[in-house]
């Protein structure tokens, strides 16, 4: 139930995605306009895990969880009756704050469940794969349902919220009824804003996996906002669904990525993520310059998985990091690092598509995340490295002093 919770909230949070040309020929808003609504979103998810995404390791898995879904069945409800801009920027960031306390404490709460059915190191393992697939592939539902609804069914600015309005009601009442994995504190901690609750000796490391998720998500961020405006714009394809069934490829093959690679090591998960990301990210651009559709969606294909890959081997690190305790403050820090990437970037690139071809802005966009990744993947490494060596050390001279 949790895992289930978790993924249609996040598919909630992309269902606006192959609507966006919908509200663009209805209001004739400009790209600037449809990227703020959707980076209003962003700020919302910021802002929610700064104040409150690592509450739940004092209050309780639930009473955090449960209120979230509940914030964006408020959302849906704005997005029907109150379809204008202002409306849709006041859902926009409701359903920011309702994902920014969902992110870090789903994946937390799916963790723990999964330690307390089987042996601790697997159960943790299973955990973040079932709860990071949950978070792309969640991402990539939300679109494909909405974009298909948009297509072949009646109402589509409206059909789609009523879907997941539902089943985020539905899913409320079923976690409310699952067990807790926490125990408050006692005394009750006061309230203080996010904190980056890693020892001093980890903090480099975690500071580089972020990084690793700031760029991975960017790239993902472009699938949730702008890609439907690329393939109307550069590519001539108006369909709804494909719209819809574009971000859905990208994310699902970076869940199924997770999953079917998910016994690889941190150093081949990363080489291979990064193999692949900058590899799908050459072919998106191949296909906007020919242009050609196949080449295009097989870029997104590829770099889907490859994102997916980097993502989980940087929430790996990150969560690795986290003292007893302090997990979702820990990975609250770490999807805030991450939500920044799906926000400034895009909306840079979308200021940037008022003045320059989308094919110069999305080439210039490849290049600098590229950069990006190959620095912080290589950090992560090297740090991740340095550490392993430096606890064998430590543990060496440990045992050679106790035979003593």
């Not at 600015?157 to 539902?166: I, K």
């Not at 994995?181 to 000796?201: E, G, K, L, Y």
Request: no cysteine; glycine share 12%; proline share 5%.
């Amino acid at each position: 139930m949790a895992a289930a919770a978790f993924l249609v909230n996040m598919g909630f949070s992309a269902v606006p995605a192959p609507l966006y040309v919908l509200y663009q020929q209805r209001d004739h808003f400009s790209t600037i306009t449809i990227t703020v609504v959707y980076a209003v979103y962003a700020v919302g998810v910021i802002g929610s895990l700064f104040l409150g995404g690592h509450i739940s390791d004092w209050v309780g898995r639930k009473r955090v969880l449960v209120p979230s879904l509940l914030a964006n069945v408020l959302a849906a409800a704005i997005f029907v009756v109150a379809p204008s801009l202002p409306g849709l920027l006041l859902a926009r960031v409701i359903s920011g704050l309702s994902i920014g306390l969902t992110t870090a404490t789903a994946t937390a709460y799916i963790s723990e469940l999964h330690v307390g059915t089987s042996a601790a190191q697997r159960g943790e393992r299973r955990g973040q794969v079932v709860a990071t697939a949950a978070n792309l592939g969640g991402i990539g539902v939300g679109p494909l349902i909405a974009g298909l609804l948009a297509q072949f069914a009646p109402q589509p600015l409206r059909l789609p919220y009523y879907v997941f309005g539902a089943l985020l009601l539905m899913l409320a009442l079923l976690v409310a009824l699952s067990p807790e994995t926490t125990d408050r504190p006692v005394p009750a901690p006061r309230w203080r804003p996010q904190q980056i609750a890693v020892p001093a000796a980890a903090r480099r490391v975690f500071f580089a996996a972020t990084a690793g998720g700031l760029a991975s998500f960017a790239v993902f961020g472009v699938f949730n906002s702008l890609v439907p405006s690329f393939l109307a714009g550069t590519l001539h394809e108006t369909s709804h669904a494909l719209a819809g069934a574009m971000a859905f490829v990208v994310f699902a093959s970076g869940a199924v990525a997770q999953v079917a690679l998910s016994r690889l090591g941190l150093r081949h998960m990363l080489h291979v993520g990064l193999s692949l990301l900058i590899t799908g990210l050459v072919m998106l651009v191949a296909g906007m310059w020919l242009p050609s559709l196949g080449l295009f969606a097989v870029g997104g294909v590829v770099t889907g998985a490859g994102g997916g890959l980097v993502f989980r081997g940087a929430l790996t690190v990150a969560g690795s990091s986290a003292p007893r305790g302090a997990r979702a403050e820990v990975l609250a820090g770490y999807f805030l690092g991450a939500y920044v990437g799906l926000s400034v970037p895009v909306l840079a690139l979308g200021v940037a598509t008022q003045f320059v071809a989308a094919r110069y802005t999305m080439l210039a966009f490849v290049l600098l995340v590229s950069v990006a990744l190959v620095i912080s993947a290589r950090m992560v490494l090297l740090l991740t490295e340095r550490e392993g060596h430096r606890t064998s050390t430590a543990a060496g001279g440990e045992l050679r002093s106790s035979r003593a």
